[in-house]
């Protein structure tokens, strides 16, 4: 027969294998979510203002409030500044989704970036990279300059852009001007 103490160990070498499967399998789970959004084909379009379909402007429009307004809580400036006419607009797309989005001042030298964005809930899988890399692409031999937020400095500097001038603020967050040479 078994002793008290003895079902206790049993229970007790359960849970723990419990907790062990359940780790393996949040791990696994992160893995797997994340090759599968980097694994969806990307559907970019480089457009200016005029040739943005409705869709495409509300898309934008709503993908920008969510990750600066709602996201980032960034009120001090208007999200809708005025200026999108201005800009040309990099969107892209896996699927009917708009997963993520910049803005280039295109008739600048150098080439302004602004309103870098990667959905809020697809953040930190490799995305932006994708998106950067496509912004590079897009620019060619041509010099580009951004407002970065600071805290992304590192990040920057590895896709092989630079500080080009003290921080400043802007919208309340501590930004840099940075340049690809
Ligand atoms: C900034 C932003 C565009 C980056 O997009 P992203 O998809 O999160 O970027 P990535 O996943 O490609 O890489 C960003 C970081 O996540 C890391 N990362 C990439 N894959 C990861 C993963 N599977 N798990 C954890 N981290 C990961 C990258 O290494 C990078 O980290 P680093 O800063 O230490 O180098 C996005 O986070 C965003 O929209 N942020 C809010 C708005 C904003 O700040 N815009 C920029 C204004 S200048």
Redesign the pocket.
């Known amino acids: 027969m078994r002793t008290l103490d003895s079902h206790l160990e049993a229970l007790l070498g359960l849970t723990l294998a419990s907790v062990d499967c359940f780790a393996v399998l949040v791990v696994v789970g992160s893995w797997l979510n994340?090759g599968e959004v980097m694994t969806r084909p990307f559907d970019f379009r480089f457009k200016s203002f005029e040739e943005l379909s409705k869709s495409e402007l509300y898309d934008a429009l709503w993908l920008r409030d969510r990750?600066?307004v709602v996201?980032?809580k960034i009120t001090a400036l208007s999200e809708i500044d005025g200026e999108d006419p201005d800009w040309h607009h990099l969107l892209a797309y896996q699927g009917s989704d708009l997963v993520g989005y910049a803005r280039l001042k295109w008739d600048h030298d150098p080439v302004k970036i602004g309103r870098?964005?990667?959905d809020t809930t697809?953040?930190?899988?490799?995305?932006?990279?994708v998106l950067m890399h496509e912004i590079h692409r897009v620019l060619g031999a041509r010099h580009g300059f951004?407002h970065?937020?600071a805290y992304?400095r590192?990040?920057y500097e590895?896709l092989g852009w630079r500080v080009c001038g003290p921080p400043f603020d802007e919208a309340d967050i501590e930004h840099l001007p940075m340049e690809r040479p």
Do not use: P, R
């Open positions: 994340y990750v600066f996201g980032q870098i964005a990667i697809l953040q930190k899988q490799g995305l932006g990279t951004m970065a937020q992304l590192g990040w590895q």
